[in-house]
């Protein structure tokens, strides 16, 4: 999506309703700072205003997010083309967050297992040596853990079996699922089979 060009056309779109800024700001209970950089093509608004957005512009969202006012002839066309879009950037989004998740607990791992050798090597017994073990585990942990939420909020799970995609986002269920890397034992919800269903990044 170009955020330039739907900035522009937001932008437009309020002039052309003779709205201020903060008319339209006031309209929608946000900040004329966030119709700001809407409209200089910074952000896009957050999905629970862009229908109160539309309705104050006399806009559709498929136009909001082309940028563009749309001829009923070319509507489909376009409509496909942001239906594509979307699933683009979703992939991408996904994407950046596997590739997070593993630099992160890898990074993570690789700097708790180098203090422990530091640490062992230099304090050999104590108490300081039992607070610094404690400490960087409990971090590790946490980083984990981080990690796995990246993990889940990532992407979609196919069947091993009838290929169906699915959505799970039950953190305990995950958790406690045999998984290997980021394929995780599961029950699909349409063959109600269960395998070693694999990450996928899109539908």
């Known amino acids: 999506m170009d955020l330039i060009k739907i900035g522009g056309f937001i932008a437009d779109c309020r002039k052309g309703k003779k709205i201020t800024q903060e008319q339209l700001a006031e309209k ?8 700001s950089k809407w409209e200089r093509g910074l952000s896009l608004p957050d ?19 082309n940028g563009e006012k749309i001829d009923m002839k070319d509507y489909e066309k376009k409509n496909e083309e942001l239906l594509l879009e979307l699933a683009k950037q979703d992939e991408l989004k996904n994407k950046r967050l596997i590739t997070d998740m593993w630099v992160m607990t890898i990074t993570a791992f690789i700097f708790y297992v180098a203090l422990m050798i530091i640490s062992v090597n230099l304090l050999k017994e104590g108490p300081i ?8 585990t409990a971090l590790l942990l946490i ?10 909020d990532a992407g979609y799970y196919e069947c091993r079996y009838c290929h169906h995609i699915f ?3 039950n953190y305990f269920k995950l958790l406690m699922a045999p ?20 990450k996928v990044m899109s539908k």
């Open 179 to 198: 998984h290997f890397g980021t394929s995780r034992y599961q029950k699909c919800p349409k063959c109600g089979k269960r395998s070693m269903a694999k």
């Open 28 to 35: 929608l209970y946000i900040t004329d700072r966030a119709v």
């Open 47 to 65: 999905a629970d205003k862009m229908l109160d957005l539309c309705n104050i512009l006399d806009i559709n969202v498929n136009e909001l997010l």
């Open 129 to 136: 040596l039992a607070v610094i073990i404690c400490i960087a």
């Open 167 to 169: 959505e799970e986002k």
């Open 143 to 152: 980083v984990c853990f981080y990690g796995f939420k990246l993990e889940v």
